[in-house]
């Protein structure tokens, strides 16, 4: 297929068509994506007959310009290109020694259109934090109690005047997650189910009137110390990920 092969397309499809006006010159998001499965498949090694070892730890090196048009994207560009290593590795047989590191480090010795990859395996630990994805917004959940509806004293006040003003909360303990209703209108559906209380899964779909309350568990920034520190100029932002299952 060629040097954009099914790793880079996916990229491309994922983050490229949403943020395509952010880059008119400079890296691109599929060239770093490029990047990183070069060095993972240069740098896997054989470990024993069932296990090949590759890095997961990532210093992305770019240019002043090219980072600030990454630290534009937020966490999006680091969860796609996460998600995407994890599919590669797991496409080629590849393990990790820890959890998977990408850090974005900005060197003012790298030119514009450029970037350089330092990769290393190394073990770490990684945190998780409880997010819902609504009307194109994410909102991390801060407290035990979040609640949702239309109304301003709400945490998390969303335009559909199809909902309450209180209409649903969400329960978030650091590792299980609830949804409840507050005695709505309408109702509060949990994947299409109508529910008044339910256990909360990790990429449910909780539905207010016509809005999508989608639920999910996401890495915290709690990335392992670099193979290569960087200079006391450099400016650099972390992201951690694991393969993600159900909350116990």
């Known amino acids: 297929m060629g040097l954009l092969d099914s790793f880079e397309k996916g990229l491309e499809r994922a983050v490229n068509s949403a943020f395509a006006k952010t880059f008119r010159s400079g890296i691109q998001p599929v060239e770093i ?21 590759a890095p997961n730890t990532f210093v992305v090196h770019l240019s002043p310009a090219d980072d600030d048009k990454m630290s ?6 680091g969860e796609e290109l996460h998600t995407l290593v994890q599919k ?10 820890g959890p998977v590191s990408i850090t ?11 970037l ?23 909102h991390p959940l801060v407290k035990s109690r979040t609640v949702i509806g239309r109304g301003s004293d709400a945490d998390i006040t969303i335009s559909d005047a199809g909902t309450s003003r209180k209409h649903v909360e969400i329960l978030w ?22 529910v008044a209380e339910a256990a909360l899964a990790p990429d449910s779909t909780v539905t207010i009137g016509r809005t ?10 709690s990335a392992p110390a670099a193979p290569r520190a960087p200079r ?17």
């Open 104 to 114: 974005f480090a900005r060197d003012e010795n790298q030119a514009t259109g450029t």
């Open 72 to 77: 534009a994207l937020g966490d999006a560009l």
């Open 116 to 138: 350089w990859v330092d990769a290393s395996s190394a073990q770490g630990k990684v945190s998780w934090r409880g997010v819902v994805d609504v009307e194109g917004k994410r």
């Open 88 to 97: 590669h590795a797991k496409k080629q047989g590849y393990s990790f020694a």
């Open 33 to 53: 994506a490029s990047a990183l499965r070069s060095e993972l498949d240069k740098n896997a090694a054989v470990v024993s007959r069932d296990r090949i070892l």
């Open 173 to 194: 303990d650091g590792e299980r997650a609830m949804v409840r209703d507050m005695n709505s209108t309408n109702g509060t559906s949990l994947n299409g189910r109508k």
């Open 232 to 248: 006391p100029t450099d400016v650099t932002r972390a992201f951690d990920v694991r393969e993600q299952g159900p909350l116990p």
């Open 212 to 221: 999508d309350i989608v639920f999910r568990v996401v890495p915290q920034a």
